[in-house]
């Protein structure tokens, strides 16, 4: 399945894509795409429903983030050895994991605004891995069993909040908007491996980040079992799982973003994104 939450923001309603491409109404059915919505038993509910049946949504609707009210944002960085690569960095011994707090999801075609006083805003496609069965001490080879879907996320960076302004990671990735998420949340059943998905963001029509999930140094099963160690994963809480090469963080000169520069990506079966970046408030 494919699950959506469309409408304005703040007032999304639960949505489902159907295979002819039409979007389908599931307010009638459940309240949101989230917490018990995603555990196995109402992932199971909402595929015994008939399409066909469910009401349709008007094609010009507003497509917010896939997934209402997360729990936690558990993001991973310097997860793909290519990226590592390029900032000269060695790999991690262990997953490095960050928080960006869950009010800067946004809408897959939003606008992404300019921070205040920002100057170095990045972007980072990355794979989102969303969690559908409490997770507390899983092994890895048990992990993807709490997987309810995956997501296109893209980890949007204000650098020198990040690194320069002290303290830990979060204040850099947290700005309203800087995490686009969706269109869709794609059910685990339709996603054999996701090792071997390809990732593509482009700035302006050219390519800046091309890569494949088989990069990943902790696996998404590696990335489960490690977090479930240090806190329980609930239904509903998303795992950004790390960004492949071509930021602009890590190229020379850096090549910031800057307002008007369109962002474009995509992740195959998963769907694509597509931003503008307007000038700060």
């Known amino acids: ?10 007032a999304e309603r639960p949505a489902m894509l159907c295979p002819a491409g039409r979007m389908r109404d599931l307010s009638g059915h459940v309240n949101e795409i989230g917490g018990e919505a995603l555990t196995p038993a109402g992932l199971d509910r909402l595929r015994a ?31 793909y050895s290519d990226h590592a690569d390029e900032l000269g960095m060695n790999y991690p011994e262990e997953p490095i994991l960050f928080s960006k707090a869950t009010s800067s999801l946004a809408g897959p075609y939003d606008d992404i605004e300019m921070p205040r006083d920002g100057e170095a805003l990045d972007y980072e496609i990355e794979l989102a891995v969303v969690i559908g069965a409490k997770a507390r001490y899983v092994s890895r080879a048990q992990a993807l069993n709490h997987v309810a879907g995956y997501a296109l996320f893209n980890d949007v960076s204000e650098r020198n909040f990040q690194t320069r302004r002290g303290g830990q990671w979060m204040k850099g990735k947290s700005h309203d908007g800087f995490g686009p998420l969706g269109p869709w949340l794609v059910t685990a059943d339709e996603v054999p491996d996701p090792q071997a998905l390809e ?50 963080m890590g190229m020379s000169p850096p090549a910031w973003l800057v307002p008007g520069d369109v962002l474009e990506l995509a992740i195959e079966g998963l769907g694509a994104q597509r931003c503008r970046i307007l000038p700060p408030p």
């Open 1 to 10: 399945m494919k699950l959506m939450r469309v409408g304005g923001s703040g």
């Open 49 to 79: 429903l008939d399409p066909t049946t469910l009401p349709e949504l008007p094609s010009t609707i507003r497509v917010g983030p896939c997934v209402g009210r997360p729990g936690k944002l558990v993001c991973v960085g310097l997860n």
């Open 199 to 248: 990732l593509e963001l482009s700035v302006n029509g050219g390519v800046r980040q091309k890569g494949s999930t088989g990069r990943m140094i902790f696996s998404v099963a590696e990335l489960i079992s490690y977090i479930s160690r240090f806190m329980t994963l609930e239904p509903g809480d998303i795992i950004p799982t790390g960004t492949p090469p071509g930021v602009a």
